[in-house]
């Protein structure tokens, strides 16, 4: 009789997607980091649109909600170093 195989061992990986984007919201939102206010919110507008879970797919509505969480932290970030 065969033993049954060992249960697969599941790792967070720390260079994921949303970890990638929370250490650095220029990075999300796709601008260097002298963007000015004015670039960001156009920005975040943007990806929020493409990004947003009712305008997806059921299958990926979950992890764009997470990626949409980490568009709104990053938008957050960048606007509280950005220059008024």
Partial sequence: MNAPAPAPVFRPVPTSFAARLEADPWQALG??????????????????????????????RASNAAILRTLYAARSRALAAAPR
């Avoid at 980091?33 to 960001?40: C, G, L, Q, S, Y």
């Avoid at 975040?44 to 009712?54: N, Q, V």
């Fill in 31 to 60: 601008l260097r980091r002298d963007a000015t206010r004015a670039e960001i919110g156009p920005a975040f507008r943007r990806l929020a649109r493409a990004y947003h879970p009712d305008r997806s797919a059921p299958f990926l």
